[in-house]
């Protein structure tokens, strides 16, 4: 009786905990009330740099484009000292082996979107290849999308499945979850996906493809950040958390660690159990370091363009 | 039924003369002057204000007295509106300078009063308006003239097509003359936006009131947000965060205090701000207008466009 056994150990996910709206809104919005100044403002924008995935996901990437942001990532600002590379370069499968190999011997790491990203729209055998053309191709990290039409259907056994079988394919790659919280519609849906995509082996889950609006916002990563607590008090497994879309300024970034702080504790402030997933959040960073460094408040026209 | 009822309380309300009292006791709606930032008017971020007084004592308004926190938010919209404005057809921008300059016509009686509260006759008034629409319509022709004039082509050794024209710089910071508050505030502003740039104003310190009103008028004149900011305060607090910021491309001051020029030609050199001194201008006067002054927050960009040799075959364009 094995298998039943490990199947009672699954909890019935129509069951998760419903969420209190106005009080995650409230909770979310006390997070922006924290003042950071000085030291610890540039130690926090030293973290959110180091925990940024730069991003490219475009149709119209082409090499040059992926090289350009892979030297981005390890040279952010090289006319200042001391500023930390940035966690990974996140782009399509087809991207992957002109990223690896640009990012080589820096400690970059290399993330891919797949399963038919953005829409997820797409049979499982080929969502299934594309995971594994894009960790064969070099991918460190694998950020796949769910399934929001068979979500919404109730067919919650059908997402599980799926996320377990491109865990499986992933092998030794991570895996990021990417729940599109802007098409489930409701706080207690994103509760509900989360605990599925982390019972099912996620390693991450993530808010958004950043194609749809709205995208990452706190109320939303702040109930994905509770049901990580909860699953790590459960089973004692820590899952990490990638915001992604929408977070473009500093001050927001700064938010956002200060609500991983407050609710999952420092072991989750590394760029190791949290993301960022940006692109133009990178420069705001940049600035808002030459600025506390040098007084002076920065214009875009002295950083690169990304 | 119905009716009597009506009539009845009517009848009661002028018996006990109701009617009289409620419109002597009306409170008057009396206007805030908030600041223009990014085509809203927020108040200061700083919750502070001051009360400027006329020569006879009387309190003008309790008005926003901005921090360095409001210019920097107001450079951030100014940069932000600078690439639709610029990009612009020069006939619209014109378009809409001289929307301005009637928008400014319809609401001449408003401006007056202001005026005069602020110390001014009623025939310094009325001219010092007239003035500052006339500039409007000046600067409204100029908009897509001035590039034809100071741009040209020039005689090159090479088999290129080499030409100059004028380009906005980007985002100026406006420091205001003091007196002259409406007048010099719109021959300040116009030549700035007329050729494309976005612009912080921080209007007179002392005559604020009418800077205030010109930004409604902007407001409803199909200005976008941002191409003009006006914040009213202390120069002295401002002035020292407007010309170090890197984000501005040129200062415009326009008193002449040489201890303050001192420091705005000193702190400007960090990103290399053009900076121009208008306080020799007589703003009442024919100097007070140019397209040279236009031409001040304007950059030369030359352009070498590769084209085939065909005259060295015999043939010619």
Redesign the interface.
């Known amino acids: 009786m094995a298998t039943a056994g490990s199947i009672r150990t699954l909890p019935d996910f129509s069951l998760s905990p419903r969420i209190d709206q106005v009080g995650v809104e409230e909770r979310a919005s006390r997070f922006t009330k924290r003042s950071i100044k000085k030291e610890t403002k540039m130690n926090g924008l030293k973290l959110v740099l180091n925990m940024i995935d730069l991003t490219t996901l475009e149709g119209k990437d082409t090499d040059g484009k992926v090289k350009q942001l892979c030297y981005k990532a390890m040279h952010p600002h090289d006319a200042v000292d001391g500023i930390p590379k940035v966690a990974a370069v996140c782009v399509y499968p087809s991207m992957v082996k002109v990223a690896k190999k640009a990012v080589e011997g820096s400690g970059i790491k290399i993330a891919s979107v797949v399963t038919a990203f953005p829409s997820g729209q797409a049979p499982r055998d080929i969502k299934i290849r594309d995971t594994k053309y894009a960790v064969n191709e070099g991918a460190d990290e694998v950020d796949m999308v769910i399934s929001r039409g068979k979500f919404h259907a109730g067919e919650y056994n059908f997402v599980f499945d799926e996320i377990a079988a491109i865990k499986e394919a992933c092998g030794t790659a991570r895996l990021k979850v990417i729940l599109e919280t802007g098409e489930l519609g409701t706080y207690d849906k994103v509760r509900r996906a989360s605990d599925i995509a982390m019972h099912a082996g996620a390693d991450f889950i993530k808010t958004s493809t950043g194609k749809i609006q709205p995208a990452a916002t706190m109320p939303v990563t702040l109930v994905m950040l509770e049901a990580i607590r909860d699953f790590y008090y459960k089973t004692g497994k820590m899952i990490g958390m990638k915001p992604a879309g929408g977070i473009s300024k500093s001050k927001l970034a700064l938010h956002y660690l200060v609500m991983v702080k407050e609710t999952l504790g420092s072991d989750w402030l590394t760029n190791e159990w949290f993301r960022f997933g940006a692109s133009s959040l990178a420069n705001d960073v940049l600035m808002q370091i030459v600025k506390e460094k040098t007084g002076l408040y920065q214009s875009a026209n002295y950083f690169s363009v990304d | 039924m119905a009716k009597s009822a009506i009539k009845k309380s009517a009848l009661r309300v002028s018996e006990n003369g109701l009617e009289k009292k409620t419109s002597s006791k009306r409170l008057e709606v009396l206007k805030t002057y908030k600041i223009y930032i990014g085509g809203q008017f927020p108040r200061t971020e700083s919750g502070r204000y001051y009360t400027p007084v006329n020569k006879a004592g009387e309190k003008l308004a309790n008005v926003c007295l901005s921090s360095r926190k409001d210019f920097?938010d107001a450079?951030v919209a100014a940069?932000g509106a600078f690439g639709g404005w610029s990009g612009r057809a020069a006939f619209n921008r014109g378009q809409i300078l001289y929307r301005m300059a009637e928008m400014l016509e319809g609401r001449k009686e408003q401006f007056i009063s202001e005026l005069l509260r602020q110390d001014s006759t009623k025939a310094a008034a009325q001219k010092e308006l007239n003035l500052a629409i006339d500039r409007l319509i000046y600067y409204a022709g100029w908009c897509d003239k001035f590039q034809q004039l100071f741009s040209a082509v020039n005689p090159v050794a090479s088999s290129h097509f080499n030409f100059s024209v004028p380009e906005p710089m980007g985002v100026v910071a406006i420091v205001a003359p003091q007196g002259d508050g409406l007048l010099g505030l719109v021959s300040a502003i116009a030549p700035v936006i007329a050729g494309g740039n976005t612009c912080v104003v921080l209007a007179s310190e002392t005559k604020p009131l009418c800077s205030v009103t010109f930004a409604e008028v902007l407001n409803s004149s199909d200005l976008p947000g941002g191409v003009v900011n006006i914040l009213t305060g202390k120069p002295a607090e401002l002035i020292s965060?407007m010309v170090?910021?890197?984000?501005v491309n040129a200062t415009i001051y326009c008193e002449n205090n040489s201890s303050v020029k001192a420091s705005i030609r000193e702190q400007s050199a960090?990103?290399l701000k053009r900076i121009y001194f208008y306080d020799h201008l007589n703003w009442q006067k024919d100097e007070g207008q140019s397209p040279y002054l236009i031409m001040d927050t304007q950059e030369i960009k030359t352009t070498w466009h590769p084209i085939e040799n065909i005259a060295g075959a015999g043939g010619s364009y």
């Open positions: 920097r450079v940069r965060g170090n910021h890197m984000d960090v990103n």
